[in-house]
C-alpha cells in the first residue's frame, strides 16, 4: 500500500530563511511522488514531480525536493523564503492504478 | 492551464436533498476522479473512473455515487445530502498512460457545498 506522512502541520519561517517541508512516503516499489501548492482559497497546482530521472528535482518558483529511498523521504526546500510562499503544502505519491494518495498537508507562514 | 471546469462553484442546501456536482474536461485525459477536502485531512479520495462507465470507489465513498457516459464529463452525485458532507470538492483528470513519465494530475477549481 502507498501512503504519504507529512511531518508538520504547520511550519513557520521568515522571509528570506530557509523552507524545509518533510514528507515521508511508504510504498512497496520505485514511488511516483509529487509537491503541490495551494494558495487560500485556490486550486491546487504542481510543483514538482520525481520522475526517477535524477534524485534531485527542481520545480517551479525555487522549490527542490530530494529523493532519498535509504530514508523514504521527498523533502521540499527553498533556499529563501518570499511572501507569496506562505500557502498549503501537499505531498503526493501515486500508484501503479493511477490513484493518488494526498498528506495532510503543511501550512506555510512566512513572517516578514 | 488544463481545460477543467466545475459547476457549480458554491452550493447551499438542505439535509436530505440530492445533489448532483460536474466536472468537465477538454483535455481528453482518461482518468478522471473526485475528492473532498477537509481541514486536517488533506484530499481525500471519494471515486475515480479510468474510463467511459468504468468507475471505482476511492476511501471516503459512501454516500456518494458517480457515472460518466462522456469522456469529458464526470459527475458526483450526493443522493440525501448530510451536513457531514459540507466541504470542498475538487475534480482532477490524469492522463494515465504508460510511459515513464509519472504523469500528474490536474485540478479543477473546486466546489464549495454547503449541507445545513
Known amino acids: 500500500a502507498q501512503s504519504v506522512t507529512q511531518l508538520d502541520s504547520h511550519v513557520s519561517v521568515s522571509e528570506g530563511t530557509p523552507v524545509l517541508l518533510r514528507c515521508n512516503y511508504s510504498?512497496?516499489?520505485?514511488?511516483?511522488l509529487f509537491w503541490y501548492v495551494q494558495h487560500p482559497n485556490k486550486g491546487l497546482q504542481l510543483l514538482l514531480k520525481?520522475?526517477?530521472?535524477?534524485?534531485l528535482v527542481k520545480g517551479i518558483n525555487g522549490f527542490e525536493a530530494e529523493f532519498k529511498k535509504s530514508e523514504t523521504s521527498f523533502h521540499l526546500t527553498k533556499p529563501s523564503a518570499h511572501m507569496s510562499d506562505a500557502a498549503e503544502y501537499f505531498c503526493?505519491?501515486?500508484?501503479?492504478?493511477?490513484?493518488?494518495?494526498f498528506g495532510t498537508g503543511t501550512s506555510l507562514t512566512v513572517i516578514p | 492551464d488544463a481545460g477543467i471546469t466545475q459547476s457549480p462553484r458554491h452550493k447551499v442546501t438542505e439535509t436530505g436533498t440530492p445533489v448532483t456536482l460536474r466536472c468537465h474536461q477538454t483535455?481528453?485525459?482518461?482518468?478522471m476522479y473526485w475528492y473532498r477536502q477537509d481541514p486536517g485531512h488533506g484530499l481525500r479520495l471519494i471515486h475515480y473512473?479510468?474510463?467511459?462507465?468504468?468507475?471505482d470507489k476511492g476511501e471516503v465513498s459512501d454516500g456518494y455515487s458517480v457515472s460518466r457516459s462522456k469522456t469529458e464529463d464526470f459527475l458526483l452525485t450526493l443522493e440525501s445530502a448530510t451536513s457531514s458532507q459540507t466541504s470542498v470538492y475538487f475534480c482532477?483528470?490524469?492522463?494515465?498512460?504508460?510511459?515513464?513519465?509519472?504523469?500528474?494530475?490536474?485540478f479543477g477549481p473546486g466546489t464549495r457545498l454547503t449541507v445545513l
Open positions: 473512473s479510468y474510463g467511459v462507465k468504468d468507475t
Open positions: 483535455e481528453n485525459h482518461r482518468y
Open positions: 520525481y520522475t526517477s530521472a535524477a534524485t
Open positions: 510504498s512497496s516499489y520505485s514511488p511516483s
Open positions: 503526493v505519491v501515486r500508484n501503479t492504478g493511477n490513484q493518488f494518495y
Open positions: 482532477a483528470i490524469s492522463e494515465g498512460t504508460t510511459s515513464a513519465t509519472f504523469n500528474e494530475q490536474f
